[in-house]
């Protein structure tokens, strides 16, 4: 309970900002139902950042729904996540005009559920990838004592060094008995867990079965349902099961499919129970395919068998440098040209109908027509062929 002192001890210390004067507003980069994001330029580091200003009376409302629980701000919660997964907030405050802002890292990129659109050639190389970033962050969550309650593409960012991002908790809570209780009932429709459609109990569990929902629709371009927008529609959830995601790529790897099913069970208890048992499967058959795009594409075998280990030419005998440069000491001795005599000896000696190429007679002979051994070239034990 300790990490919950600072916020609850006392109100939080909000400075007022007047972010026009704060901040260059060089363009709008989103847009959600609680806020507004541009691309800034904060004048007092001078950093390329997003600037996230919350809806007033939605924030407020969003807010009421947990009266007497003191819910933290998103400000207050997003400053403390260090993670690599989760977008950097670097300060959060309130605008001359009473609205909640945050300041963040600005991310070069797409937003997940563009790709998962796309399903372009990003898409198909590193789902598996992204998805296993995604769920470290969740993982990260967990382990600091929040539930995210609102796991969905369009939360979720990749920038262009392939790194994904979360970047959205307006609807974060604690994993504390009060938070959890019955009847509160947030978050993106299509992507609730069961029980929280049903107005019981919560856990972080939800996460879990919102993360299955999401690697799901990362693979697959659509949802283990039919698309809902409606509460109503989606009690499907709760009265038919999901479509096998083996139906719909009948070449996915078998403990994949198991494990994506397995987070998306009805009951919490049929479900993974943690996050961190959902990613063995997933970095298992990750590592499995890394091994073998490495065993199909080894080094070249003539390249191996040139060099040692070490990636280094081997060195010549003593035995061996001598006898090459004794065949180059004979090559350079060798007369500048052939007599005629010579030529006729050579022509005497080849099959009948075999044809010469021997140059015009008074044209200059080089020195010798046999070239030196080559040595083979080491190759880059790094390089991939």
Known sequence: MNFLKRFF?????LPRVNIKQRFELIGRVGQGSMSKVWRAR???SGRTVALKVLHKQKTEELEARFVGLNKPK??????QFQHPHIVKTFEHGLTSDGEQFLVMEFIEGYSLSFLVEAQNEDMRTNCLKYMI???????YFHKENWIHRDICPRNIMVNNEQQLKLIDFGLVVPNTPPFLQPGNRTGTAAYMAPELIKRQ???QQIDIFSYAVTCYEMLTKRLPWKSAETMEAVLQHINSPPKPIQELLPGINPQLADAIM???ELYPQDRWQTIDQMLVPFKEVYQSQKTAVAQQNPASSESSSARPASGKPEK??????????????RSSQKPAGKT????????????PGEATAEPPENQEQPASRKKAPSQPKPGNPDESH
């Open 340 to 351: 005629n005599e010579q030529r006729l000896r050579r022509r005497k000696r080849k099959p």
């Open 262 to 264: 397995k987070g998306l």
């Open 9 to 13: 001890s006392k109100e939080s210390r």
């Open 316 to 329: 010549q005998s003593s035995r061996e440098k001598s006898d090459s440069n004794s065949k180059r000491a």
């Open 133 to 139: 970033q995604l769920g470290e962050a969740i993982q």
């Open 74 to 79: 998103e400000g207050d919660i997003a400053v």
């Open 201 to 203: 109990k919560t856990s």
């Open 42 to 44: 904060d004048l007092n």
